[in-house]
């Protein structure tokens, strides 16, 4: 390996001469050994992104090769880890370094020591291709970690195969051509890991929010995007999905976020419970903690440090989902590093090859058929804090290009208090109509009907709105009275949702289906109370509905439903 | 063994352009004499083999090609002492009291390093500040970072010192400290603040950096550093509790872009430096709590909104990273409401877990949302009773539009010196919302109603 020399220091990027490195490879630089990447070739100059400070870095400081790029360490142990955005686990380097994160630190991505039990599924003289399972390991109580031949290896015949407790260094098979696989394997991060075929999305991806599942819903390996301007609910939105999403691994990358909201994060997911299997949450999950105090370039590699792995869990035939918050400051590392580099701005300063880096990473993305056969998912929610709410940014309209889901979160439902604040009129997802089947057939077979009602009452509602601007709603005619009042029980009843009542933080598809069908019930009964002459003001003040409005909260809501639903009835025919 | 160099090639505004030297350290610390012997500091922003640049923090008045140059090996350091607590310093750490120098029993780089996010503890001490709007509607807690958004002419100060002299931690008597950092506020300001401190003893228990409107804006970008690594100092090292309050950062990042513009760099939005969202994280970040630490630090960043334009990239950015903002608006300090916070776009993200049973009280979440859906609501209709007049409201729209107005009086209005505690701005929100039918209450349990509404007060048990 050569070893060149600095030649120049300006915060986070280094020049140096003397190497012969590509592009994308992983260097040390300085004495201590920073952390850095070749992001640039000039003449006998390599222009070097450092992952770390650079205070105190000299001209003439070495710089060492180390052959290769910034690789993710996959293997078991990767679960339950916190990371920064090069795959350093961050209890690790708070015992070797303390509570400040000091430079120069090495630390592996996976435990090299730690033994895990390695159970062989295939025998000698089978034949193994790239991708294939050839052991398990159980990382965690639910969840079986594969061991694949890397995708990479061209395979061949098994000639010895242990089983045993093995650390991720030893070998657990040899095939015939001598080489020897074990339980680590090592991918470039910016790299996509192949798959056979990409599937389409036609499977939800349930969340448990209801103006998710109900009128904005995610497939399993889809593409959503969350812009919002500052305090509308990003964070928490993310944290949500993490948490009642049904995928099997979720992979969260705070990528320039909070200290604090990471503390508060990595204390809660351990006390979380996966409401499916009554695991931990902690144990299904893998965290990229980048704040962003932390150095400007590990944040931007933090990103696909994070998507390697989920590919990883991919090919071993799980559903993963990633989030990604936030890809905004993802994008302003790069800009930050491309301005270091004089490099010549695109819009608003970000480097021109913003809306390809974006389009490269959710890319990665989807529903597929995997190497090893069968099927694999991931995907990906990213945050977009765009400056200001202004959703004509280059992020958020990049993003916007790619993304097939697009919750826009809305300062004025924030203002009310109303969460999530995903407007309804802005927001839309592209999967409806591929899930439209898997609805009809496993939630009920007029839920897609009653969505498009509910739907067609809040269009209707946003009009009449402005009518009311002008005029008071006392001035509209009864029929739109009542219409108004509809769509205030669909925002208030069934849309708005608390993410810190305990019952009312997860909602399964049938309780999002009775609800809704409850309170169309009622329009249909109001309608008809209407025609028969029935006073507005009557109808409006039937108390059952307002029975309806907290069954929300209750956990077993089904007997006191019908209970509420036989009161409307009566009270319905009462009128007169 | 350090040398003099006597290479200066080119000054331009507060940059110095120094050649052939020996290796020189990003970072550095960098001493100018200048021909009358005044020594001004520096640090390296840019260092090769040909030339090396550097930032003079106490302006570059008085240099010339003559003035020598030497490079101290090492970075910034703060020198801290317990015997800090007291003293008023400038914005580069010299004394202004006219004390002497501190003598330090340990110097600590001002550049911190990043508090792992694994050692973080998570904050949620409710403090209470005795103010409705914060306690009862945007609560803080203890190593959380609040910054208040305000404009030209707005009583922020005031809200910022009553903050500082009523905030507590219910039940518990620590040690704790105030540090203060001017950075290009006007004398009359600072002495403001000073005479507040005096009058209540908090000088005492305070450390002040002061950078006047007429001190170099270069020093500026040190100030807010060398504060937070005394805090850090005080909070970790002395278990002490600290309340950090610095203000003005739209003066910070003034300076910031000046600095941008005079070392040429590509400017991103409004012509601030691409980098200033990762420049004010590394101010902003240095808040929190350390597990096994006894100590804490909290921040109280005050910043003018140019043009009360929240989405200029000062307050937009500092949104981003901080956890909630308080936005005092000029709205209702025209209507003579103090604070005059307004809570519909200000925000306290830490407040889920300050709240509550075993924190303040179970029924707070619920009281604090539905008094903002109404707050907000009436606000909106505010706007329609302007064009249709308040007959023409219905009779709900015309409940809840007396509910706004009677919130801000009564909820949002207070004394200067009012010191409310939580339960009487628990109690003031339920008095307000026993104006509204119970039926509205939508967003509260039952089970709260019952106990806490004053309508069944009396017929529910007690705490």
């Not at chain 2, 012997?37 to 260092?47: F, H, M, N, P």
């Amino acid at each position: 390996m050569e070893v060149g020399r600095v030649k120049r220091v300006a915060g986070p990027v280094v020049q140096a001469v003397g190497l012969k490195a590509s592009m994308y490879d992983l260097v040390l630089v300085g004495e201590e050994g920073l952390m850095s990447e070749v992001i640039g070739i000039s003449g006998d100059k390599h222009i070097i992104q450092v992952y770390e400070d650079t205070s105190g870095i000299k001209p003439g400081e070495p710089v060492k090769e180390t052959g290769g790029p910034l690789v993710a360490q996959l293997g078991p142990g990767i679960l339950t880890q916190i990371y920064d955005g090069v795959q350093r686990p961050l209890p690790l380097l708070a015992e070797r370094s303390g509570d400040f994160i000091s430079r120069g630190l090495f630390v592996d991505g996976v435990d090299h020591k730690k033994k895990w039990e390695f159970q062989p599924l295939v025998k000698k003289g089978d034949t193994v291709k790239p991708g294939q399972p050839i052991g398990v390991v159980q990382e965690q109580l639910l969840i079986k970690h594969k061991i694949m031949v890397p995708p990479k290896h061209k395979g061949g015949v098994v000639k010895e195969i242990y089983s045993g407790n093995f650390t991720v260094e030893e070998t657990v098979c040899v095939l015939e051509d001598g080489s020897q696989l074990t339980m680590l394997q090592k991918w470039p991060v910016r790299q996509a890991r192949p798959v056979v075929r990409k599937l389409p999305p036609t499977i939800p991806l349930r969340t448990g929010q209801r103006v998710i599942d109900g009128f904005f819903p995610l497939a399993k390996g889809g593409t959503a995007a969350i812009p919002g301007g500052f305090g509308t609910g990003k964070t928490v939105m993310q944290q949500t999905l993490s948490k009642w999403s049904d995928v099997d691994i979720v992979i969260y990358v705070g990528c320039g976020e909070r200290g604090n909201e990471m503390a508060d994060l990595l204390h809660e997911f351990p006390e979380l419970v996966d409401p499916r299997t009554n695991r931990p949450l902690l144990e299904r999950s893998i965290v990229y903690a980048n704040t962003s105090n932390m150095p400007v370039a590990a944040r931007e590699a933090s990103i696909y440090t994070g998507m390697t792995t989920a590919e990883y869990y991919r090919d071993m035939g799980y559903d993963v989902l990633m989030t990604a918050d936030s890809t905004s400051r993802w994008a302003e590392a790069m800009r930050e590093l491309a301005s270091r580099l004089e490099e010549m701005p695109g819009e608003e300063g970000y480097p021109a090859y913003l809306a390809a880096r974006l389009a490269d990473f959710y890319e990665r993305a989807g529903r597929a058929e995997i190497l090893a056969g069968g099927e694999g998912s991931v995907a990906v929610v990213g945050a977009v804090s765009p400056p200001g709410g202004d959703f004509t940014e280059p992020v958020t309209q990049n993003t916007l290009r790619i993304v097939k889901v697009f919750w826009a979160l809305d300062s004025r439902l924030t203002q009310r208090r109303h969460f999530p604040s995903i407007n309804w009129l802005d927001s839309y997802s592209l999967y409806e109509k591929d899930l439209e089947s898997w609805y009809a057939e496993n939630v009920a077979p007029d839920w897609n009907q009653l969505k498009r009602r509910a739907m067609a009452i809040l269009q209707e509602n946003a009009e009449l709105e402005e009518i009311v601007m002008l005029v008071g709603s006392d001035a509209l005619p009864e029929d739109q009275q009542l219409t108004l009042e509809v769509a205030r029980m669909i925002i208030n009843f069934w849309l708005a949702q608390s993410a810190f009542h305990p019952v009312d933080t997860f909602c399964p598809y049938k309780k999002q289906y009775d609800l809704l069908k409850a309170i169309l019930t009622y329009r249909d009964y109001a309608f008809e109370a209407l025609h028969r002459g029935v006073a507005v003001d009557q109808i409006k003040s039937v108390p059952s509905k307002d029975a309806l409005a907290k069954l929300k909260m209750v956990e077993d809501y089904e007997p006191e439903l019908k209970k509420v639903m036989d009161q409307m009835k009566a009270e319905f025919e009462a009128l007169k | 063994m350090t040398k003099e160099y006597k290479t200066i090639t080119e000054i331009s505004g507060p940059l110095v352009f120094v050649e052939k030297t020996e290796p020189v350290g990003y970072g550095e610390l960098v001493e100018i004499r200048t021909a009358s012997g005044e020594v001004k500091r520096g640090q390296v922003l840019d260092t090769s083999d040909e030339i090396v640049v550097v930032q003079v923090f106490e302006g570059t008045g008085g240099l010339s090609k003559d003035s020598s140059v030497r490079f101290t090996g090492d970075v910034i350091k703060m020198p801290l002492s317990p015997s800090i607590i007291g003293r008023v310093l400038s914005g580069s750490g010299r004394p202004r009291d006219g004390g002497p120098p501190i003598v330090p029993e340990v110097e600590r780089e001002i550049i911190g390093a990043a508090i792992n996010p694994a050692s973080r503890e998570k904050p949620r001490a409710f403090i209470q500040t005795g103010i409705s709007t914060i306690d009862g509607t945007n609560t803080l807690v203890r190593g959380q970072k609040l910054p208040i958004f305000s404009g030209a002419g707005l009583p922020h100060n005031d809200v910022a010192l009553q903050i500082a002299r009523q905030a507590k931690v219910l039940g518990e008597a620590e040690q704790f400290a105030v540090v203060f950092c001017a950075m290009g506020i006007t004398n009359e300001e600072a002495q403001h603040f000073m005479a507040d401190f005096e009058r209540t003893g908090a000088l005492e228990r305070a450390v002040i950096f002061l950078n006047l409107a007429d001190d170099p804006a270069v020093e500026r970008l040190l100030t807010p550093k060398l504060g937070l690594t005394t805090a850090e100092y005080l909070a970790f090292d002395l278990d002490m509790h600290v309340l950090v309050i610095y203000t003005d950062m739209t003066n910070y990042c003034e300076s910031l872009r000046q600095m941008g513009a005079a070392r040429e760099e590509v400017p991103g939005r409004r012509g601030y430096p691409g980098y200033m969202y990762t420049d004010l994280a590394t101010n902003y970040e240095r808040a929190g709590i350390i597990k096994g630490k006894k100590g804490s630090i909290t921040q109280f960043p005050i910043l003018t909104m140019p043009g009360d334009d929240i989405t200029h990239p000062i307050p937009d950015l500092s949104g981003y990273i901080t956890e909630g903002q308080l936005i005092v608006s000029r709205e209702l300090h025209r209507k003579g409401i103090y604070p005059p916070i307004d809570i519909r776009p200000s925000l306290s993200r830490l407040m889920n877990s300050g709240i509550g049973a075993g924190h303040t009280r179970e029924d707070h979440r619920a009281v604090s949302d539905q008094l903002y859906a109404y707050y907000a609501e009436g606000c909106d209709l505010r706007g329609l009773a302007a064009i249709v007049g308040k007959e023409a409201l219905s009779e709900r729209d015309k409940l809840i539009l007396e509910f706004a107005d009677q919130f801000e009086r009564r909820f949002v209005n207070q004394g200067r010196d009012e010191d409310r505690s939580i339960i009487e701005t628990l109690t003031i929100g339920w008095e307000l919302l026993s104006m509204l039918p119970e039926t509205m209450l939508t967003r509260i349990d039952d089970k709260y109603i019952k106990k806490y509404h004053p309508k069944y007060a009396g017929t529910a048990k007690k705490e």
